[in-house]
């Protein structure tokens, strides 16, 4: 059969033309938010003091694994999550769904047509689950009408737009290998694989109308709107009362989208994605510890994050500074607490325990893991990256990053071993993370207590760091709160915001529109859910520029 070569075809037409990241070499010093002048082949430029349009440029989306699976999911009720078993690993750096990351492969092209065939066949085989999604009764297999209305429906919510007619034609002439085979469903399996390959389902393609006056700015139509609002905030494809709003124009004006915006977060599934993006920003989507440890981390943070955001509608520093906590018996008695006597978790106050927020979760400390230990280094690297938005520079590639520092030969004390990053060549980058990491040591890679080295009882950790340019800490209840007052915690929190929404990174040309949403952002009291319905009512999110 010819279908899945064609479409196939397709796929490697349109993967081949998405351009390639660029990469940075080292400069020996980190990089302020902000401060990047390209990205997706856009310059200082283009930056208008004042202007709406002064924005960095976007390509076309793939899907990400997450995005890819909620779509199956939501067109037809697939909980099997196979795209993130068999679709080419994302790049987090902290998000998943970075376009100038989603490189073209082979391993792409395979995995779709596989992943497409499967999906039919469980589709299929259900016959509850594909009466209604097929929405009718054939009379036969050449039941034309029953056919144009599965595809018609099915094509709107699959490629987040109504089909034009060459599409619809082009899928209701699969009936003849139905007609053939004396089965309506053998079209049925024909159209959902050859819909599942298509770029229109794989891609966010946004093509928008050109913005007279404006060179290289186009406007998005209420669909592609529609598309990157789902997206944004509920990381999958639109429902019918948002592909609704978008046939019927009401997602261009700022205030509608904002009330499109706060319906999508009141459901669960709005607040299942900002739980989701404080585990890409914070590092804790995925855990390495066993299933019911993991379980109770991630359980801890997300209660957090529910009560500080949604249910409390608290300050979003709270998040850094909060005074209780959400336990199980098997969290309490991984930190060494006091048993809460549920299996189930109930809110705990720290009291004396100098635990604090957000950053003294085992789910954040887990960052930075390496050699079976925590890295000062990397866990700085971390704090430099998703607290402060700064960029790090990579190592020089004669370095060997997967041995531990010698130092000092003659200790065991990590603090000694470490001794090495701090002079020569190596300090201009370590002394910006290493003292960071120092001052997190009290916590091993779960978010354990403890006084002394991994296997080294005579070495005591002191728990004293420092970020430089910024001031001393001990502990990651301080580093929160050294943090908060260092005014820098804001905007980095709206920049991350930005990342997720946009699917890039920030260029010199976004710095005016993130300003504008951080006065915002600190004007509502840091209401994060506030600052969400700021970024989809900006000028930003319903354009484009395009990549030179």
């Not at 689950?129 to 034309?144: E, H, I, Q, S, Y």
């Amino acid at each position: 059969m010819e279908l899945r070569s064609v479409s196939t075809k397709r796929i490697l037409f349109v993967i081949l033309a998405v351009g390639c990241p660029i990469h940075f070499g080292c400069t020996g010093a980190v990089v302020p938010p902000g401060t990047t002048p390209g990205g997706g082949g856009q310059g200082d430029d283009h930056v208008v003091p004042g202007s709406p349009f002064t924005m960095g440029a976007s390509g076309i989306h793939r899907l990400s694994r997450i995005e890819y699976d909620n779509t199956l999911r939501d067109l037809l009720g697939d909980g099997s999550r196979s795209g993130f078993a068999k679709l080419p690993e994302d790049v987090a750096d902290p998000f998943d769904n970075d376009y100038l990351t989603q490189l073209a492969s082979g391993a792409l092209i395979s995995s779709a047509e596989t992943l497409a065939a499967d999906a039919a066949v469980r589709a299929l085989s259900d016959p509850t689950r594909r009466a209604a999604l097929v929405g009718c009764t054939p009379a036969g297999p050449n039941d034309v009408a029953c056919l144009e209305r599965f595809v018609t429906t099915f094509g709107r919510r699959a490629f987040r737009r109504p089909l034009t007619d060459a599409e619809k034609n082009g899928y209701l002439s699969l009936q003849s290998y139905g007609v053939e085979d004396n089965n309506f469903y053998t079209t049925v399996d024909l159209v959902i694989r050859a819909i599942l390959q298509d770029p229109s389902f794989l891609y966010r393609v946004e093509v928008g109308q050109p913005v007279a006056g404006v060179p290289g700015i186009f406007r998005l139509n209420d669909h592609e709107i529609g598309a990157r609002l789902s997206y944004f905030l509920w990381a999958t494809t639109p429902n019918d009362e948002l592909l609704d709003l978008a046939r019927d124009g009401k997602l261009g004006d700022a205030d509608a989208r904002r009330r499109a915006a706060a319906t999508l977060l009141a459901n669960a599934q709005g607040r299942q994605r900002v739980a989701s993006f404080h585990a890409f920003w914070l590092g804790y989507n995925q855990l390495p510890f066993p299933a019911d440890l993991a379980g109770a981390l991630r359980l801890e943070s997300d209660a957090l994050v529910e009560k500080i955001i949604f249910s409390g509608k608290q300050d979003y520093f709270q998040l850094f500074r909060a005074d209780e906590t959400y336990l199980t018996d098997i969290l309490a008695t991984h930190y060494g607490l006091p048993l809460p006597g549920s299996a189930t978790g109930t809110w705990v106050p720290y009291g004396a325990n100098p635990r604090r927020g957000i950053l003294s979760h085992g789910t954040v400390l887990s960052a930075g893991a390496k050699f079976d230990d925590t890295s000062p280094t990397l866990r700085g690297v971390f704090v430099r990256n998703r607290l402060l938005c700064q960029d790090v520079p990579p190592p020089p590639p004669t370095v060997a990053v997967d041995e531990p520092p010698a130092g000092n030969a003659n200790s065991r004390c990590k603090f000694d071993r470490y001794a090495v990053h701090r002079s020569g060549g190596c300090a201009s980058c370590h002394n910006l993370t290493d003292s960071i990491g120092f001052g997190l040591e009290n916590y091993d890679r779960a978010g354990k207590f403890r006084t002394t080295d991994k296997d080294a009882p005579e070495c005591t950790i002191t728990g004293d760091g420092d970020v430089a340019g910024v001031g001393k800490f001990n502990g990651p209840a301080a580093l929160g709160e050294m943090l908060i007052k260092s005014g820098n915690l804001e905007r980095c929190i709206v920049t991350q915001a930005y990342r997720l929404a946009m699917g890039r990174r920030e260029v010199v040309a976004d710095n005016g529109i993130i300003d504008s949403l951080t006065t915002g952002f600190i004007n509502k009291n840091r209401a994060f859910d506030e600052l969400l319905l700021d970024v989809v009512s900006s000028a930003a999110f319903v354009h484009r520029r395009v990549e030179e």
